[in-house]
């Protein structure tokens, strides 16, 4: 299998958040010319949080983004969780360090288990969705659009950060954060926050 391939490097603002449910707000910041981190940067600015997980979602390269997840659900839900929930969020895990069909596979049935309800689902779903085939091996492969991985991990960023609606937004604030460190190379793949 070929590993998922990082996103482009180089596309504006406006090219990467075309397949996103924005808010009017968000919309009415963005310009042309802009770069991924000034609309970030505008974003957490007002703070539109819910539009700048989407947007960090989608434009961290795929692994990348995959961890960021599972890092936001290990902060954002108590444990102890549900055994289909650690499955699917150690399937993910398992999947960004060694990302083989078989382990992102591996990901289509944890998400099922968990739940695609759930942020540990919505998590191995993302994996699941990162490239490859959708169709079983033995069929014609049937790959998924581009921007199923981000459009989820936005998903598991809203349900991680919304179990205490007191905390939301501080959770919210702290996925965002820890997301710009991953885009920066503080925080690598694989490595947990410090």
């Known amino acids: ?108 049935l944890a998400a099922e288990a968990a739940g695609w309800d759930t942020a540990a689902g919505c998590l191995a779903g993302s994996a699941w969705l990162s490239g490859g085939s959708l169709s079983p091996p033995k069929l014609p492969p049937v790959t998924p659009r581009d921007d199923l991985t981000g459009q989820t991990l936005a998903g598991v960023m809203l349900l991680a950060s919304v179990t205490d609606p007191k905390t939301a937004n501080e959770k919210q604030d702290q996925f965002i954060a820890l997301g710009l460190q991953i885009a920066g190379g503080q925080v690598k793949k694989g490595e947990k926050a410090g």
């Open 1 to 108: 299998m070929t590993p998922p391939q990082p996103r482009p490097a180089g596309r504006t603002a406006a090219e990467v958040v075309k397949p996103l449910p924005l808010s009017e707000p968000a919309l009415a910041l963005l310009t042309p010319e802009m770069t991924v981190r000034q609309y970030l940067d505008a974003l957490i600015a007002v703070p539109l949080r819910v539009d700048a997980l989407r947007v960090l979602a989608l434009a961290l390269p795929k692994p990348e983004a995959v961890w960021w997840g599972a890092l936001c659900v290990h902060l954002g839900l108590a444990k102890p969780w549900k055994p289909s929930a650690e499955q699917a969020v150690e399937s993910a895990e398992k999947w960004v360090t060694t990302p083989t069909d078989e382990h992102r596979r591996a990901c289509a």
